[in-house]
Nanobody, 115 residues
Framework: QVKVSESGGGLVQPGGSLTLSCEVSGWSGNVFQINWYRQAPGNEREFVAR????????NYADFVKGRFTISRGKGRNTAYLQMNNLQPGDPAMYLC????????WGQGTQVTVSS
């Protein structure tokens, strides 16, 4: 059974940094891409970043460009989201999705920004 697990969320002050991790387990085939989304209470889910496993190409939402960086782990089944200069608009549940033959979602990891 495919499982997507996120970790690394927490509480930081404005301007602080966090690194989120996404790990895909239970899948022996190729993970084609890994995406990060976020959803704050009362808001719709929004795309944050993605990385294509083979090429390493990345895409970002405009509101994180220059602040967040998505990268691959040593294996194609792991990805990281380095978040710098976190702002009051960034708190949300951050969710990872992995695309294989289907899209699999994790449960999310909470990011809170507060002084």
């Amino acid at each position: 059974q495919v499982k997507v697990s996120e970790s690394g969320g927490g509480l930081v002050q404005p301007g602080g940094s966090l690194t989120l991790s996404c790990e895909v387990s239970g899948w022996s085939g190729n993970v084609f891409q890994i995406n990060w989304y976020r959803q704050a209470p009362g808001n719709e889910r929004e795309f944050v970043a993605r990385i294509f496993a083979t090429s390493g190409n990345t895409n970002y939402a405009d509101f994180v460009k220059g602040r967040f960086t998505i990268s691959r782990g040593k294996g194609r089944n792991t990805a990281y989201l380095q978040m710098n200069n976190l702002q009051p608009g960034d708190p949300a549940m951050y969710l990872c999705t992995a695309r294989t033959t289907h899209d699999y979602w994790g449960q999310g990891t909470q990011v809170t920004v507060s002084s």
